[in-house]
Nanobody, 128 residues
Framework: QVQLVESGGGLVQAGDSLRLSCVAS????????MGWFRQAPGKEREIVAG????????YYADSVKGRFTISRDNTKNTVYLQMSSLKPEDTAVYYC?????????????????????WGQGTQVTVSS
C-alpha cells in the first residue's frame, strides 16, 4: 500500500513560485499514475495536473497551463508540482493522488474518483 505525504505549501505573494512535493512510501510507486488536485473554500475539488506512471505524458487544467509543471522521479518515489506566476485564485489546499495501473500506455486520470490514494493536503495561499 502506497502512502502519500505532501509538502512545500505556504504563503506567497502574487507572481511568486512554489514547488510542491509528494513523497510516496512503498515499492510500486512507478506503477501509479499521479495527480495534483486542489480545493478552495466553498468549491469542489478540481484536478490541476496529472502525469502518467512513466512520466512521459502530462495533463494540465486550462487555468494553470503554462504556469505549472508536473514531474516525477520514480527513483525517489516523488512527484512534484512546480508553480510559477501564482495568482490569488490559486489559493487552495493542494492534494496529491495516486492511481494504480497495470497499463503500459501512458494513461492519465482526470477525475478524483478514479484515484485510489490521497495525501493529507498542503495549503497554498497567494496574497495579492
Amino acid at each position: 500500500q502506497v502512502q502519500l505525504v505532501e509538502s512545500g505549501g505556504g504563503l506567497v505573494q502574487a507572481g511568486d513560485s512554489l514547488r510542491l512535493s509528494c513523497v510516496a512510501s512503498g515499492r510500486t510507486f512507478s506503477r501509479y499514475a499521479m495527480g495534483w488536485f486542489r480545493q478552495a473554500p466553498g468549491k469542489e475539488r478540481e484536478i490541476v495536473a496529472g502525469i502518467s506512471w512513466s512520466g512521459i505524458s502530462q495533463y494540465y487544467a486550462d487555468s494553470v497551463k503554462g504556469r505549472f509543471t508536473i514531474s516525477r522521479d520514480n527513483t525517489k518515489n516523488t512527484v512534484y508540482l512546480q508553480m510559477s506566476s501564482l495568482k490569488p485564485e490559486d489559493t487552495a489546499v493542494y492534494y496529491c493522488a495516486a492511481r494504480s495501473t497495470q497499463a503500459m500506455a501512458p494513461v492519465i486520470y482526470l477525475q478524483s474518483d478514479e484515484y485510489d490514494l490521497w495525501g493529507q493536503g498542503t495549503q497554498v495561499t497567494v496574497s495579492s
